[in-house]
């Protein structure tokens, strides 16, 4: 392991260090300038406190959690575990932060590519659905990325565990967001009619790792 460290040089210590810099960043921030988020986090709120007493919430919404999509960030936010939701965001968005250079950092390092490419991926962090608050799809991006890894490794193996993997990640894609979900899917199945192309049965047995989705 030490061994296998050494050989990316100082690559893991100016990753970490870019990685700790952000979050730092993000979480020090009283108030997120993102457009569409105070809606998200009202969402949260009605949703975390919707059969107290002290409030009317259920008297005035009706909550529709499952099989719906796009609940995801709501869900997150309202988790007891956090003090409040804005608590909760500031968790979310710094785990944004940490998960999407990572994820590109390790589809890069499965298509053998340039590690310091990765770096790359901190001038995309705050893209245009981050400053819109699009929650959801923002936190998309990272997970289609994680994704993109395990759909190489399905296409060259022949593993229950790989196709699992597919069926759980695509599944949690549509609690994510919708379109990414459809993005997804649509990138999944080209991936597999290019790979199998000669063979229909191999296409089609692959496959129904999106049957859950």
């Known amino acids: 392991m030490i061994k296998k460290l050494k050989s990316y040089g100082f690559f893991p210590a100016v990753f970490i ?3 700790v810099l952000h979050a730092f960043l993000i979480f020090n921030l009283r108030i997120y300038p993102f457009v569409d988020l105070p809606n998200h986090l009202t969402e949260a709120t009605v949703l975390k406190f919707y059969h107290e007493p002290a409030n009317q919430f259920d008297r005035f919404y009706t909550i529709r959690l499952f099989p719906e999509p796009n609940i995801f960030h709501i869900l997150f936010l309202s988790l007891r575990i956090f003090p409040s939701v804005e608590y909760a965001s500031k968790f979310f968005y710094c785990l944004y932060v940490i998960l999407l250079p990572l994820s590109i950092f390790l589809a890069i390092r499965k298509l053998k590519g340039n590690k310091w490419v990765a770096l790359l991926s901190f001038l995309f962090l705050y893209n245009f659905s981050l400053c819109w608050g699009f929650s959801g799809f923002t936190f998309f991006i990272p997970v289609f ?13 022949d593993r229950l565990s790989d196709a699992l993997k597919i069926a ?19 990138f999944f199945l080209t991936c597999l009619v290019f790979r199998y192309r000669k063979s229909f049965k191999m ?3 692959k496959s129904l790792a999106a049957v859950p989705s």
Not at 145 to 157: A, G, K, M, P, V
Not at 168 to 186: C, K, N, R, T, V
Request: glycine share 6%.
């Open 17 to 19: 260090l870019f990685i």
């Open 145 to 157: 990325f994680f994704l993109f890894c395990f759909i190489i490794d399905y296409l060259d193996r």
């Open 168 to 186: 759980a990640i695509l599944l949690l894609i549509y609690f994510i967001h919708l379109l990414g979900a459809f993005f997804s899917l649509f």
């Open 203 to 205: 296409m089609l047995g």
